[in-house]
């Protein structure tokens, strides 16, 4: 059971999907079009774009055409982190295990 969306979660959604859809406009791109172009159905896009409301596939096929996904990868390394780059110089285990 998931339960209510986090305040921070909800409000990073709501910007993220207002961005997209901002580079989607300045970019002169219908949304057909980027669904088209994503393999995506028209409501599906949308959502995403209105609401943030969707899958992390289809939030990462959108961000594709819309040239983000660089930065998405980017934003997500751990290395750029304080701690990522304090823990890269330790011996990280591969799992982390409970007990």
Known sequence: ??????????????????????????QRITVELLAARANLSVPTVRKMLNEGAGSFENFLRIARLLGFLDGVVEATNPLNTGIGRIRAEQDVPKRVRLG
């Open 1 to 26: 059971m998931a339960g209510r969306t986090p305040i921070p979660v909800a409000r990073a959604m709501r910007e993220i999907s207002s961005n997209l859809d901002l580079a989607r406009r300045q």
